[in-house]
């Protein structure tokens, strides 16, 4: 059974810095993990994804939004993702939620994603 548990929400400044870190188990190597958010009365959206393969290595996918601003690893020893979080925007308040799904082209389009974490809440106050 896969479970995903985050951590390291909380509230910050504009301009400031957070890391979000999400612990799956009974999670495969070669599964995509990533991070969606939901503001109030918003409907949730794609904000990262990273995908491991023997072949190629790590490849990363970003939201518009967050592109040169958030950073998406993983440490698949650990199995653990992180979203490293800098320049925040108060527009960037939101629930986060960790996600993993076997197709990264899916999760990036926010389809059927087959796993989620409970949410953290990130606020950044102005």
């Known amino acids: 059974q896969v479970q995903l548990v985050e951590s390291g929400g909380g509230l910050v400044q504009a301009g400031g810095s957070l890391r979000l870190s999400c612990a799956a188990s009974g999670l495969l190597r070669s599964v995509a993990m990533g991070w969606f958010r939901q503001a109030p009365g918003k409907e949730r959206e794609f904000v990262a994804a990273i995908m491991w393969n023997v072949w190629s290595g790590y490849s990363s996918y970003y939201a518009d939004s967050v592109k040169g601003r958030f950073t998406i690893s993983r440490d698949n020893a650990k199995n653990t993702e992180y979203l490293q979080m800098n320049s925040l925007k108060p527009e960037d308040t939101a629930v986060y939620y960790c996600?993993?799904?076997?197709?990264?082209?899916?999760?990036?389009?926010?389809?059927?994603?087959?796993?989620w974490g409970q949410g953290t809440q990130v606020t950044v106050s102005s």
């Open positions: 996600a993993a799904h076997p197709k990264i082209d899916e999760m990036v389009a926010g389809k059927n994603v087959d796993y």
